[in-house]
């Protein structure tokens, strides 16, 4: 049971590791980027023009059903 330990712990490692260089080198050599345009999609316009709510038109409905 041990091994499994061991193993999931230099797993962990690892992805801690890679994961920490990898914000290192976006500081160091990106400094200027904030995370905005990563999916090529701008969500602040898309979500800005929904207005819809969970609600919308059910009370219509409730009051036909009586």
Request: charged share 30%; hydrophobic share 45%; net charge negative.
């Given at each position: 049971?041990?091994?499994?330990y061991?193993?999931?712990?230099?797993?962990?490692?690892?992805?801690?590791?890679?994961?920490?260089?990898?914000?290192?080198?976006?500081?160091?050599?990106?400094?200027?980027?904030?995370?905005?345009?990563?999916?090529?999609?701008?969500?602040?316009?898309?979500?800005?023009?929904?207005?819809?709510?969970?609600?919308?038109?059910?009370?219509?409905?409730?009051?036909?059903?009586?």
């Amino acid at each position: 049971m041990w091994i499994v330990y061991v193993v999931m712990f230099l797993v962990v490692t690892a992805v801690s590791l890679l994961w920490v260089s990898g914000i290192d080198y976006m500081q160091k050599n990106h400094p200027d980027y904030k995370g905005e345009g990563f999916t090529g999609f701008d969500f602040d316009d898309d979500i800005s023009d929904w207005d819809v709510t969970l609600m919308d038109g059910l009370e219509d409905e409730e009051f036909k059903k009586e």
